[in-house]
C-alpha cells in the first residue's frame, strides 16, 4: 500500500515535543497512546518493542523521554508503518527507532525482522479494544481496525508480548476500564506482580482506562494505584493530566 495515498496533518504532541503526521481521516493520535507511554518506563540501553504501533506514537513519546532507549515500531498497516518511520526521522529519534511493517502475531516474521525470542526488556501496546460483536463500528477500514478487537485478540497479543520479553521484562498496557478482568485473566499464565492505575475523565465519573504493568515470570500481590483524573467537574484538564499529557511527566506505575 502506498502512503502517498493519504491524506495527512502534522501535530504536535507532548507540549511540543513530539510531532506526528497521521492520516486525516482513520484512527487519531489521542491520550491512550501518550500515558501509555508515560506508564511504561524504561532506561537508557533498554530494547523495547510497542506492538500495534499506528503512527508511532506511543513508542515515539517513550524514545523522546528516555534516552538512549532503543524502540521497534511494530504495524501491520504498510501505509501507518511507513508514516511511523518517516515520524522517527522528524523527530530525530530514527538512529534508536525503527519501524517493521509486520504483524504483531506472526511469529516467523517477527523472528525474521531481527524480534528474537526472550530478547526484549519492555513491551508496550495498545491494542483494539472494542467488541467488534457489541458495538458500531467505523465505516474506515484503518479506523475500525485500530479499534475493533477480534474474537481471542487480547491474550494473542500478550502471548506475542511474553514471546518477546526476557524473564522480569515488563508488560505495559492500556484497555478499557470495564473489561480489566480480560486483561487479567489473559495475564495469569505468564505474568505475575501486575499493578493497575485506572484513568477517569473527570471526579465524578467511572473510569474509563486502565493502565495496566505486568512482569513475566514476575511475582508479589496485584496493586491498584490512585487513579489519574483527566479533567475538573468543569472540564478544565487537571493539572495531574498536563503534567503528563504536556509535561512528559512520568505515571507512578512505572516504579518497580
Known sequence: MRTDVLETSEDAVLGGRL???QPLSGHRVGHDAILLAAATGGRAGEHVVDLGAGVGAAGLALAARV???KVALVEIDPALCALAAGNARLNRLDDRVKALAIDVEDTQARAAAGLTPGSVDRVLMNPPFHDATRQNLSPDPRRRLAHAAAPGLLPRW???AAWL??????LTLIWRADALADVQNALTSEFGGVAVLPVYPRPDAPAIRVLVRAVKSGGGAAVTYPGLILNDRH???SAAAEAVLRGAGTLIITES
Open 165 to 170: 520479553l526476557k524473564p522480569q521484562g515488563v
Open 158 to 160: 500478550i502471548a506475542s
Open 67 to 69: 534516552a538512549g532507549l
Open 235 to 237: 472540564g478544565k484538564p
Open 19 to 21: 510531532r506526528l503526521r
